[in-house]
């Protein structure tokens, strides 16, 4: 069955030069778009038409395109990597939108994520966080045998569903108060359910959370917002366990 | 100690628990005003206020009460205020995920209504009983045998919402508003200090709904009894 065809669309979105200069919204007209192609190929048609035209491009963050590399970004129509569940923006396609419909696209807005270009955000502040403690610095060994370590598969899995994260920042973006907690409570717990990372549990909860409230993200509110924006779906059970961490690590101080 | 203080988490901590400390006295709160429509002579509320009022445990909590309640507010201001500040440029098309009446986005405004009302009923009844002792009556009430004086609280509170449907109304409003500030907070509470995970979480949710309905409609029952009734 062929890909229908969207004759037109009205996509309005975030101009901005550089980080000093004031941004504006700036509304395109686009013809003939396939249902079929993803969202960023429609960006590149876009950018094709800009080109063509004499225009600067629009500058959008992308690199895999199969959603695990946590490049793209983008706030299409009031969501996180738009209106679908469980997908980055690079995942997201065309048949999500209708005829005649005005695509509002903007860059990901938080005071600790500056926008660089159009819509690209300095997404450094993860790093930032990251580097202050979301790693294993002690002697582990190398690749034990298996089941020489046992782990729980419960703990196992909950482990690895915190590591899913892919940094993506769809979570600072959607939540009401640019809240990092779920992006570094993923980092704490894929470490605290191991017995690898409980070694160094208490010190890097302090850590990330005090990088974290230094570089100006908000505090959790408990909305639950973010994990409904995550594309790989990450529970907020994680901002419990941080802050559980937290909490003891402050206690034992 | 001044850093966890200065935290994210630790501002949170504070919300929590004396969020948790205002849901018990409101639950306690609850229940003896609950005597107002099981006793229309009103003896068994005002034997229960005059416990409230002479019992020396009740004295030392009072204060500590009011200490909740000031760093609940001054907190929660702080927080959101805060919490606006790391989102400089706010979003042309809106948020989608969450729908703008979702309690949990609107715990400043339910708060601070609530504060509103906490204001006139404060002055309303806690005002007159304890400083001005305004319209305030003795009664006899016999009490294992003993015939004992004391204050006719019934009297105040129970006139008020005989003589004005308006102040049942704004009661009945304060109760619905209180339970959805409570539909989020009591889960949201527990959750902040670390007491969730993927199990408990619908429990907690589920017990934060049923706990807010007995706040919110056992407080309502009271003015509505007197306008029903009289
Ligand atoms: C009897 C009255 C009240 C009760 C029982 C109550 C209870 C709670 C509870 C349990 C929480 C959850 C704490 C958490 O999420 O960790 C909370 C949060 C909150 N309360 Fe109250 N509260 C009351 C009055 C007020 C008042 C008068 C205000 C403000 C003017 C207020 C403002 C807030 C705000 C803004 C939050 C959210 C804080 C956050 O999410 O970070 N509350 N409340």
């Known amino acids: ?253 | 100690m001044s850093s966890f203080m200065k935290s994210s988490i630790g501002k949170k901590f504070f919300m929590s628990v004396t969020g948790l400390f205002l849901i018990t006295f409101i639950c306690v709160h609850l229940s003896l005003n609950l005597l107002l429509i099981f006793d229309d002579s009103g003896d068994l509320f005002n034997m229960a206020a005059h416990f409230m009022a002479t019992n020396p445990a009740i004295k030392i909590m009072e204060p500590v009460l009011a200490l909740g309640f000031l760093v609940h507010i001054i907190w929660s201001f702080v927080i959101t205020l805060e919490n606006r500040k790391a989102r400089p440029i706010s979003y042309n098309s809106g948020d989608k995920v969450l729908s703008p009446i979702a309690p949990s986005k609107n715990m400043l405004i339910l708060g601070g209504l609530v504060l509103a009302f906490l204001v006139m009923h404060i002055a309303q009844f806690w005002w007159k009983f304890k400083i001005t002792h305004e319209g305030l009556t003795a009664v006899h009430v016999m009490q294992s045998g003993v015939s004992v004086e004391m204050e006719n609280a019934y009297a105040v509170v129970a006139g008020l919402f005989k003589s004005s449907a308006l102040y049942c109304i704004i009661y009945i409003v304060a109760s619905g508003l209180l339970g959805l500030h409570i539909s989020h907070g009591f889960w949201s509470a527990l959750h902040t200090i670390g007491w969730n995970n993927q199990i408990w979480r619908k429990r907690l949710e589920v017990a934060a709904r049923i706990l807010a309905w007995v706040i919110a409609v056992g407080f309502a029952i009271i003015p509505l009894y007197f306008m029903i009734k009289f």
């Open chain 1, 1 to 253: 069955m062929a890909d229908k065809i969207l004759n037109k669309l009205y996509i309005k979105i975030w101009r901005q030069k550089n980080s000093k200069s004031q941004g504006a919204f700036e509304t395109y007209e686009l013809e003939n778009v396939s249902q079929g192609s993803s969202f960023l190929e429609m960006l590149d048609i876009l950018n094709d038409q800009l080109i063509r035209e004499g225009n600067d491009p629009v500058a959008f963050d992308h690199d895999c395109r199969e959603g695990i590399c946590g490049m793209c970004s983008l706030y299409i129509n009031g969501e996180a990597h738009g209106p679908d569940t469980e997908i980055t923006t690079c995942q997201l396609h065309m048949r999500k939108f209708n005829e005649g419909e005005t695509i509002t696209i903007e860059p990901w807005r938080a005071g600790a994520f500056p926008v660089i270009k159009d819509l690209i955000v300095n997404r450094n502040a993860f790093e930032e966080i990251q580097q202050a403690g979301g790693y294993v610095s002690v002697g582990t060994g190398g690749v034990p045998d298996g089941n020489a370590i046992p782990i729980g598969q419960d703990d196992a899995e909950e482990a690895m569903d915190a590591a899913a994260c892919i940094g993506c920042g769809a979570c600072v973006a959607t939540c009401k108060n640019s809240s990092a907690m779920l992006f570094v409570s993923a980092k704490v717990s894929q470490f605290a359910k191991l017995p690898q990372g409980k070694v160094e549990g208490k010190r890097r909860a302090k850590a990330m959370v005090s990088k974290m409230d230094e570089l100006g993200f908000g505090g959790c509110t408990n909305t639950g917002a973010c994990e409904i924006a995550c594309p790989k779906a990450i529970s907020i059970s994680n901002i419990a366990r941080l802050n559980r961490e937290y909490l003891c690590a402050k206690l034992a101080d």
